[in-house]
């Protein structure tokens, strides 16, 4: 809240969350990635694979020293549990929630459980707002009142980019003080979403994911819902480890993909109204470092 009302452009990145217990994993990647970021985005239960508790992650993300945005996803909750949950991730430290619908079910591990999806993330937001008034649905008051900087997200790629603004709208109405993207990979959608949301006041962090070969960037592009991966990036990727043996393949096809990350930056960046980036790993954190620095990005502002 700090770096974006300071003006200054502000840096996310997202680690994986452990699918086990092992708190380890999350401190190790915490500190891969916090000296070059601002916060650290912990996701909740992403593609609907069991991890560990977005609230106990954000809570070892505090205790290595940084700054966690925690996600909470309405896809599993009832209105019951997001209170809950509120309260507990604010006693716990949290400062910063993002709320999001959450992936299908389908794409995940657990195809056969069952979504809940009382409130979708617009609600969320509302009821977030609420208690931060002192008070819970009932209007009584509330043992300790939850003060949280909220966040939404939203999705240049869809279409109509009418609708994409009105529910941006909508959740900046709720409560949403910050947005952070759908993974852009080429900015068209972005700045078209940009200039018809100009009015809104919107802060925006535009999603960025480095693309670690031909295949992995092939199956996002084919499965993931709301990612546009242009076929010339694709050819990008393979092009550069052509002729190459499979370690040096491989380096190169990274090196590539790092590139591409910088370049959509530098794009991005060219948009007026976009205050940030958030980076996703996707499993390679180890990335991030190399693409904050070669962005420029790196070394971070300190905030008081």
């Given at each position: 809240m700090q770096i974006l009302e300071s003006g200054s452009f502000v840096v996310t990145c997202e680690i994986g969350c452990p699918r086990g217990a092992d708190k380890a994993i999350v401190l190790k990647r915490t500190h891969l990635v916090s000296d070059y970021c601002d916060?650290?985005?912990?996701?909740?239960?992403?593609?609907?694979?069991?991890?560990?508790?977005?609230?106990?992650c954000a809570r070892f993300v505090l205790d290595a020293g940084a700054e966690p945005i925690m996600h909470l996803t309405t896809r599993d909750r009832n209105s019951i549990s997001i209170e809950s949950e509120l309260y507990g991730a604010y006693a716990l430290g949290v400062r910063n929630v993002l709320f999001i619908t959450g992936d299908d079910v389908l794409l995940g591990s657990h195809p056969y459980a069952k979504t809940v999806y009382d409130l979708d993330s617009t609600q969320a937001l509302k009821l977030a707002s609420h208690?931060?008034?002192?008070?819970?649905?009932?209007?009584?008051?509330?043992?300790?009142?939850?003060?949280?900087?909220?966040g939404s997200t939203f999705n240049p790629n869809a279409t109509p980019l009418e609708i994409q603004v009105q529910r941006a709208e909508k959740k900046r109405d709720a409560g949403a003080r910050f947005?952070?993207?759908q993974a852009i990979f080429e900015t068209t959608g972005l700045e078209a979403f940009?200039?018809?949301?100009?009015?809104?006041?919107?802060?925006?962090?535009?999603?960025?994911i480095p693309l670690k070969g031909p295949k992995r960037a092939s199956f996002m592009k084919n499965n993931v819902p709301g990612i546009n991966v242009p076929e010339e990036l694709i050819l990008r990727l393979e092009d550069a480890g052509k002729g190459l043996k499979d370690d040096e393949m491989l380096e190169a096809m990274r090196a590539e993909g790092l590139l591409i990350a910088v370049e959509t930056i530098k794009a991005i960046r060219r948009?007026?109204?976009?205050?940030?980036?958030?980076?996703?790993?996707?499993?390679?954190?180890?990335?991030?470092?190399?693409?904050v620095k070669s962005a420029g990005l790196y070394p971070r502002p300190k905030v008081r």
């Open positions: 916060a650290i985005n912990i996701a909740d239960n992403a593609l609907g694979i069991p991890s560990m508790s977005s609230t106990a208690l931060m008034s002192g008070t819970n649905l009932l209007n009584e008051p509330l043992e300790g009142i939850p003060k949280f900087f909220l947005f952070q993207t940009m200039d018809l949301a100009k009015d809104l006041e919107l802060r925006v962090l535009a999603g960025v948009i007026k109204g976009i205050q940030g980036v958030h980076l996703m790993g996707v499993g390679w954190e180890e990335s991030i470092p190399a693409i």
